[in-house]
């Protein structure tokens, strides 16, 4: 299983920015598929999970402002961000789970684990 995270940088606030995240050597479409963020000294947060149905949930943090998304037939993973704050700067990261339940825990448990994690992309949001 691999997941390779790609599309982050430097973004004044109110700008947007769409991550990417690439899964090879597994079928994701089974799997709950989730985005977290963390930054130095903090607990790394569940921003978006999407189910193997495409039901989507969101931290209260991001809700209104992101939007997870899925492409099956390219095995890629996306997160929409828009209205970009100071505070959305992190490290995000992508994750999967071979529990569905976990799409339910993740946006809302502190440091939640998920069975697999890319390495993550640096979103900064800075005038």
């Known amino acids: 299983v691999k997941l390779v995270e790609s599309g982050g940088g430097l973004v004044q606030p109110g700008g947007s920015l769409r991550l990417s995240c690439v899964a090879s050597?597994?079928?994701?479409?089974?799997?709950?598929m989730a985005w977290f963020r963390q930054t130095p000294g903090k607990e790394r947060e569940g921003v978006a999970v999407i189910d193997s149905d495409g039901s989507t949930s969101y931290a209260d943090s991001v809700k209104g402002r992101f939007t997870i998304s899925k492409d099956n037939a390219k095995n890629i993973l996306y997160l929409q961000m828009n209205s970009l704050k100071p505070e959305d700067t992190a490290m995000y990261y992508c994750a999967a789970d071979r529990d569905l339940l976990s799409c339910t825990a993740a946006t809302t448990v502190p440091n939640y684990g998920m069975d697999y994690w890319g390495k993550g992309t640096l979103v900064t949001i800075s005038s």
């Open positions: 050597r597994f079928d994701y479409t089974d799997f709950c």
